[in-house]
């Protein structure tokens, strides 16, 4: 009887008294694997993300511990099997930090941490390395062709990007550190690995609620985007028909990774990460001669790095972390950074409309200037067909939709520069 007694002990079922949060985190988990499977919402990495903090809510699997990497760095020796120190829990207690003082109260002088499989796997998210390898993927599936045929695109989908340092300024207001604003405000760039990197940079300890956030909120884009469109825009803007775009060379799309290369890793040397590797993948799917690996970096590649990158990410969404006053305002701020982008771009589309007398532009296509590929694309397509099922803007709205994915890697340069 000792024996049944001991082992029901050690069950999770004993230890959910002690932490009954992680039954809320257990349930919001379950409603991100409904999202993802029945409603489709981003399943290819919701899914993954909502399994990984499923897993590491469970009490007592010991997959994930948060005080390998507390305070945003990799605490090494904790890795090698060094005892934990008083001066380490006291230091904990020292930083005002809320989830900091939760953490030092489970842990005891001399405690060791056997690592778990979700430890390993976060260092590939802490080192940056999934994002990056994921934007190697993106590149190789990635046509640029719309936007070097109409390079005027380009500046819509800066001026999406216009989201996220309004937003950047409403969140230092509420009360976030410049480092914490800034990684909010990439949610706007509607780029999951964008926002993931930047984060990891400036403030690892939201990683979990932002992931979460940026991807819902990308997930969302056909229920977000369409009614700030009709509300910026006129029925007789809905309907305009745009010029087919030129043929592009070979050679254009050949030059145009490596440009663009050079000269934003020139402009902000902490986007050449990002910039470089989506480059890198754009190269391999144009150039011809590497066929091969352009076909694997889009699949294999990407996805094992995604199913690594989205169990990670969910794991750090522990209950300490998330269930706080500072997940209500990353998921508030989120949607605004994201709906000021969208306003940005049909604003920005309706203004070059008023000095230009021809080649008139579809404010709808202003709206995929958040990065969002494919999606906000097609949101743009199918508003414009509500008004003229004969009017085709998939093409057109694909040149400012690639180019915001450029533009949130700089702006994510621009945050990390001014705020790392």
Known sequence: MNEILNFLQTTGFAMIAD??????MIAISCVLLYLAIVKKFEPLLLLPIAFGMLLTNIPGSEMFHEVLFVDGHIHWDLFGGAAIDADFI?????????????????????????????DVLYLGVKLGVYPCLIFIGVGASTDFGPLIANPKTLLLGAAAQVGIFITYIGATLMGFTPQEAGSIAIIGGADGPTAIYTTLQLASNLLGPIAIAAYSYMALVPVIQPPIMRALTTKEERRIVMKELRPVSKTEKIIFPIVVTIFVALLVPSAAPLIGCLMLGNLMRECGVTERLSKTVQNELMNICVVFLGVSVGATATANTFLNLKTIGILVLGIVAFSIGT?????????????????KINPLIGAAGVSAVPMAARVAQREGQKEDPSNFLLMHAMGPNVSGVIGSAIAAGVLISLLG
């Open 19 to 24: 932490n009954w949060k992680v039954i809320i």
């Open 90 to 118: 006291q230091n904990l207690l020292e930083s005002g930090s809320s989830t900091n003082i939760a953490l030092a109260n489970t842990l005891e002088v001399g405690q060791t941490v056997t690592v778990g499989l979700l």
């Open 343 to 359: 306003a940005s771009g049909v604003l920005l589309a309706k203004l070059m409309n008023v000095f230009s007398k021809k080649n």
